[in-house]
Every structure is written in C-alpha cells, then in structure tokens.
C-alpha cells in the first residue's frame, strides 16, 4: 500500500493532484480504513480552521447573497452566472446562513404551489379539450 502523506490528502482536497496521484490517493482511500478516518479528521479540521475560504466566508458572510437572490435562484430565473454561483455558495461552501434561507423559502413557494397547479391543470384541461375536438373532426 502506497503512503499516503498528510500534503498530499490536503492536495487531495483541495483537487490538486494530478489525474494518476488522484487514482492512487483514491484507491489507498478504499483499502484503508486508518486513511478514511484521517481524511476526516483533516475535512473536519478545515471545517473549524481559520484559513480556508469557506470558513472565511462563514465567518464574515462576504459572499451571501440577498434573499431575494436565493428566492430567484429556488425559481431559476437568475442568470446562469449567478444561478451557478449561488449553486456553490449553497452546495459546496454550504453556507448555514443561506441554507437556512432557502428551506425556509423554499416552504414559503410550496404553500403558493397547489395556485401554480391548479393553474397548469386548467391550461393541461383545456388543451386536452381542444386536442380531441381536433381528433375527432379527423374521424
Ligand atoms: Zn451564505
């Protein structure tokens, strides 16, 4: 089993090996339970630790979007720039602070849903209604 250093997990994660060093860091990753756990230990270390952008950006909020910005983003009107990014901001910084905002909104756009459905339904209604007068003037 090849070693594996404490550098070259941090490599790992921040996804700066080579496609070949990421194979291996890999595999070691699968074989041994001992490198798991000390992967772990590093994510969890990064978590709490001072340098790393997200937890930066935890700590001051400096990327949050306004909620606004995270209604438009449940919706996906934004633009594709600032849907991707709010996409990150949420599922690979996951922002707490954001996280809570969009389940709360996303809560507050279910109660408005059964309007959005009941709408669709008539407009699905009414088509079907008009596509049988067609079938049938064809028979
Ligand atoms: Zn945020």
């Not at 074989?31 to 000390?38: A, H, Q």
């Not at 270390?45 to 983003?73: K, M, N, T, V």
Request: with cysteine.
């Amino acid at each position: 089993m090849p070693d594996i250093t404490r550098a070259q997990l941090n490599a790992y994660l921040d996804d700066s090996l080579s496609d070949r060093e990421t194979a291996v860091v890999e595999q070691a990753l699968r074989d041994s339970e001992v490198l798991r756990r000390g992967l772990r230990a590093i994510m969890q270390e990064r978590d709490r630790g001072e340098h790393s952008i997200g937890a930066i950006w935890r700590r001051q909020r400096l990327s949050c979007p306004p909620r606004e910005q995270l209604g438009s983003y449940l919706l996906q009107v934004l633009d594709s720039d600032l849907q991707d990014y709010i996409e990150f901001h949420l599922k690979t910084i996951a922002c707490p602070f954001c996280l809570a905002n969009v389940t709360d909104l996303q809560a507050l756009q279910q109660e408005a849903e059964p309007q959005t459905r009941k709408r669709r339904q008539r407009i699905f209604d009414s088509s079907h209604g008009y596509l049988s007068v067609c079938r049938d003037t064809t028979k």
